[in-house]
C-alpha cells in the first residue's frame, strides 16, 4: 500500500528554521513527483513546493521563494523541505502528496499531515 509519513513539523519562533520529511513507500519512488502542501484553519489548501524525480527539476509558491528548498534523497525514499526565516504566516498543517509523472494539479495519494507553528 501507497504511503507517505510527514515529521519534522513543530513550535519555532519567528526567523527560525525546521525541516520536514516526508518518508514513501509501497510504490515506485523514482516514477513519482512529490509535492508539499500546507492548510491553514478556514484557508484553502495552497501548493508549497514539488519535485521531479525524473529529472530534478524543482517549483516553489511564490510565498516561499527564497526560503524553502525541496530535495530528495531518492536511496531513502524520503523528500525533504528546508524551511528558513519562517513567519507565523507559514502556520499550517504540511502535507506531502505524490502522483505518478510529473509534478501536477492532481495528486493521488496523501500523507497524514505535520503541525508547523510559528510565534509571532
Known amino acids: 500500500e501507497v504511503q507517505l509519513v510527514e515529521s519534522g513539523g513543530g513550535l519555532v519562533q519567528a526567523g527560525g528554521s525546521l525541516r520536514l520529511s516526508c518518508a514513501a513507500s509501497?510504490?515506485?519512488?523514482?516514477?513519482?513527483?512529490v509535492a508539499w502542501f500546507r492548510q491553514a484553519p478556514g484557508k484553502e489548501r495552497e501548493g508549497v513546493s514539488c519535485?521531479?524525480?525524473?529529472?530534478?527539476?524543482?517549483y516553489y509558491a511564490d510565498s516561499v521563494k527564497g526560503r524553502f528548498t525541496i530535495s530528495s534523497d531518492n536511496a531513502k525514499n524520503t523528500v525533504y523541505l528546508q524551511m528558513n526565516s519562517l513567519k507565523p504566516e507559514d502556520t499550517a498543517v504540511y502535507y506531502c502528496?505524490?502522483?505518478?509523472?510529473?509534478?501536477?494539479?492532481?495528486?493521488?495519494?496523501w500523507g497524514q499531515g505535520t503541525q508547523v507553528t510559528v510565534s509571532s
Open positions: 502528496a505524490t502522483v505518478e509523472g510529473s509534478c501536477s494539479m492532481e495528486y493521488e495519494y
Open positions: 509501497g510504490f515506485s519512488f523514482a516514477d513519482y513527483a
Open positions: 519535485i521531479n524525480k525524473r529529472d530534478g527539476s524543482t
